[in-house]
């Protein structure tokens, strides 16, 4: 059983609002935060957003797209800190404890569990359609996302992507096992972005993890240069995608 504690005031910022909040899930307490329009009335979509290996919920990026999506969308948003990362330990994605943290038995279904129940206590909330949820992640927050969009159908569609099955990254997180089980399993419409030239994941491993989802509705866009896919532009493309959902 869940529940959710409100940590801080609204804050407001260019046209959204932001408030932390924990969820207290069996013992388990997540760090986490909530970003909506600063104009209220009538509930929203709401994208859940996984953040990179060794960021958090509320580093410049996270806090970037946050806004934008209350700001420029009218629509609802929300971080959580991953196992090991944030206020959960703060590690950082080049060190040995990072190799460690993702062969930790259960990691990544602790951290689906986390999600589902982070939705759970989100969707009661009168700012929020429950009927209309995204998901959001690259790279970290695509290899735990992936597993995650395929256990929860409540995700409409997803954005996901600069992953794959091959690759320094995927020796990293020893990925290989779980996605090779949860990417078939994926059923919402998909957005894949992938850096055409990938420190981390090569590019014939982007194409195989691309090709394993399972959606029926799924598009691959490929971006030149690094953080290429977290453009303005892009992160446009991005957004749209999600809105022929909402």
């Known amino acids: 059983m869940?529940?959710?504690?409100?940590?801080?005031?609204d804050a407001s910022s260019e046209g959204s609002r932001e408030r932390a909040f924990t969820v207290d899930r069996d013992g388990v307490a997540i760090p986490s935060v909530f970003w909506h329009p600063d104009i209220g009335g009538v509930p929203q979509p709401l994208v859940l957003i996984g953040h990179g290996g060794g960021e958090h919920k509320r580093n410049d990026r996270m806090v970037a797209l946050g806004t934008m999506l209350a700001r420029d969308y009218g629509w609802c948003a929300a971080?959580?800190?991953?196992?090991?990362?944030?206020?959960?330990?703060?590690?950082?994605?080049?060190?040995?404890?990072?190799?460690?943290l993702w062969r930790q038995d259960g990691v990544v279904e602790e951290t689906v569990e986390d999600w589902r129940a982070t939705l759970d206590m989100l969707g009661q909330l009168g700012e929020v359609d429950s009927a209309?949820?995204?998901?959001?992640?690259?790279s970290q927050g695509a290899l735990f996302g992936i597993p995650y969009v395929a256990s929860d159908d409540r995700i409409v569609a997803a954005v996901l992507g600069r992953a794959g099955m091959t690759g320094r990254g995927a020796e990293l997180c020893a990925s290989e096992p779980y996605l090779t089980q949860y990417a078939p399993s994926v059923?919402?419409?998909?957005?894949?972005?992938?850096?055409?030239?990938?420190?981390?994941?090569?590019?014939?491993?982007?194409?195989?993890l691309f090709d394993r989802i399972g959606s029926d509705d799924k598009r691959l866009h490929a971006y030149p240069?690094?953080?290429?896919?977290?453009?303005?532009?892009?992160?446009?493309?991005?957004?749209e995608f999600l809105g022929r959902y909402f």
């Open 2 to 9: 869940a529940s959710i504690r409100w940590t801080g005031e």
């Open 79 to 100: 971080a959580i800190d991953a196992p090991g990362h944030g206020d959960r330990g703060g590690v950082s994605a080049g060190d040995d404890a990072y190799a460690v």
């Open 132 to 138: 209309l949820i995204g998901y959001w992640g690259l």
């Open 187 to 208: 059923e919402a419409p998909v957005l894949f972005a992938m850096q055409w030239d990938d420190e981390l994941f090569d590019r014939a491993g982007q194409f195989d």
């Open 225 to 239: 240069g690094a953080h290429a896919d977290s453009s303005p532009e892009a992160l446009e493309v991005q957004a």
